[in-house]
């Protein structure tokens, strides 16, 4: 199948082709689009993906945004936009894939199979014929919370690029099929976490690193940055069986095997001792859970542990990505998880 198949094309797109409004120009997209924007130099090119999930918009609203100013980048920009489909299903930006469908972001490795499949794969192709000398991949978390980066690579280039939109990178050698795997391709890439999908600060945010990105000279050097970078190291990724149930509730109902508090995402990037439950725990117990780090390794027992029916750090720990979407909790993983102090677990 050819990538014209797959995908639809925009050079240099006009304000007219664009819409009013970012809600306009996803009714206008049929297709997963490529967006070339010639640059200054046209030697070089940058490379930026976003709405791979189609439930987080900060990426689509700033990039829409920033093509309506009709900037001039330094060098050559190519924006990826995987999951149109998904994100143009009733009430739009509301459904992260489809329902029968992959995460697109699991996809970026073979074998590139289903329709999710075939967008990744060209996807792929696009970056390998631009040959970027960077590429960002913009998301939403899947809760409320502070921005930060993710990449499989802590180096300066890799520092530099986290720093154009916040001072905290997660650095993990777990693969999952990601596009921020790419970096393995020796092309500096780093997801973008921006913060929750109903955050205004988040669009800000989005939208302000696009354009650091698009218009400094160099975006890899720490010569640059806005800050310094607190980097933490191989997260513990904590995931819930499919079979098993979970309900955000103030008590538990006692039908759940795992129960939250509704606003346990409050507790993203903060330090949870070992005396703060995180919830409770149904007659499974921790059976129903698991903690996968880089190594593939399972040790429950350093993450957490039950104490009278509630669910407690087994040690003192910083945990991200938490998220009070059900689906998302079961689809993707309950949440990540360092020591308090940023490093690996185990």
């Given at each position: 199948?050819?990538?014209?198949?797959?995908?639809?094309?925009?050079?240099?797109?006009?304000?007219?082709?664009?819409?009013?409004?970012?809600?306009?120009?996803?009714?206008?997209?049929?297709?997963?689009?490529?967006?070339?924007?010639?640059?200054?130099?046209?030697?070089?090119?940058?490379?930026?993906?976003?709405?791979?999930?189609?439930?987080?918009?900060?990426?689509?609203?700033?990039?829409?945004?920033?093509?309506?100013?009709?900037?001039?980048?330094?060098?050559?920009?190519?924006?990826?936009?995987?999951?149109?489909?998904?994100a143009k299903i009733p009430p739009t930006l509301s459904v992260r894939q489809l329902a029968e469908g992959r995460d697109l972001n699991r996809c970026f490795k073979a074998p590139f199979v289903g329709i999710e499949g075939a967008i990744a794969e060209a996807l792929l192709a696009e970056l390998r014929k631009a040959r970027p000398e960077c590429l960002l991949d913009v998301h939403n978390?899947?809760?409320?919370?502070?921005?930060?980066?993710?990449?499989?690579?802590?180096?300066?280039?890799?520092?530099?690029?986290?720093?154009?939109?916040?001072?905290?990178?997660?650095?993990?050698?777990?693969?999952?099929?990601?596009?921020?795997?790419?970096?393995?391709?020796?092309?500096?890439?780093?997801?973008?976490?921006?913060?929750?999908?109903?955050?205004?600060?988040?669009?800000?945010?989005?939208?302000?690193?696009?354009?650091?990105?698009?218009?400094?000279?160099?975006?890899?050097?720490?010569?640059?940055?806005?800050?310094?970078?607190?980097?933490?190291?191989?997260?513990?990724?904590?995931?819930?069986?499919?079979?098993?149930?979970?309900?955000?509730?103030?008590?538990?109902?006692?039908?759940?095997?795992?129960?939250?508090?509704?606003?346990?995402?409050?507790?993203?990037?903060?330090?949870?001792?070992?005396?703060?439950?995180?919830?409770?725990?149904?007659?499974?117990?921790?059976?129903?859970?698991?903690?996968?780090?880089?190594?593939?390794a399972e040790n429950m027992e350093q993450i957490l542990q039950v104490k009278g029916g509630q669910i407690y750090p087994a040690q003192a720990i910083r945990a991200f990505m938490i998220t009070t979407n059900p689906v998302i909790?079961?689809?993707?993983?309950?949440?990540?998880?360092?020591?308090?102090?940023?490093?690996?677990?185990?």
């Open positions: 199948m050819s990538n014209s198949n797959v995908l639809d094309y925009l050079n240099d797109p006009s304000p007219r082709t664009l819409g009013r409004s970012p809600l306009e120009w996803l009714e206008r997209l049929q297709k997963p689009t490529v967006i070339r924007v010639a640059g200054r130099d046209r030697s070089r090119t940058r490379a930026m993906a976003t709405l791979l999930h189609g439930n987080e918009p900060s990426g689509l609203f700033a990039l829409h945004r920033w093509l309506l100013e009709q900037h001039t980048p330094e060098v050559n920009m190519l924006f990826l936009l995987g999951g149109v489909y998904p978390t899947s809760g409320t919370g502070p921005a930060f980066a993710v990449s499989i690579t802590n180096d300066a280039a890799h520092q530099a690029l986290t720093s154009l939109y916040t001072d905290r990178l997660i650095a993990t050698d777990l693969r999952l099929g990601a596009l921020m795997e790419y970096s393995e391709q020796e092309v500096p890439t780093v997801t973008i976490e921006c913060g929750g999908s109903q955050d205004d600060q988040a669009h800000e945010l989005a939208y302000d690193g696009l354009v650091r990105y698009a218009s400094r000279p160099d975006v890899l050097s720490l010569e640059n940055a806005e800050w310094d970078i607190d980097v933490l190291r191989n997260p513990i990724r904590v995931e819930i069986a499919l079979e098993a149930t979970i309900e955000y509730r103030l008590k538990p109902s006692g039908q759940a095997d795992l129960t939250f508090p509704p606003d346990i995402e409050h507790r993203n990037f903060g330090v949870v001792s070992t005396e703060e439950p995180l919830g409770w725990i149904g007659e499974k117990g921790l059976e129903i859970l698991t903690a996968i780090g880089h190594n593939r909790a079961k689809s993707d993983c309950l949440f990540y998880a360092v020591k308090a102090t940023g490093e690996p677990i185990f």
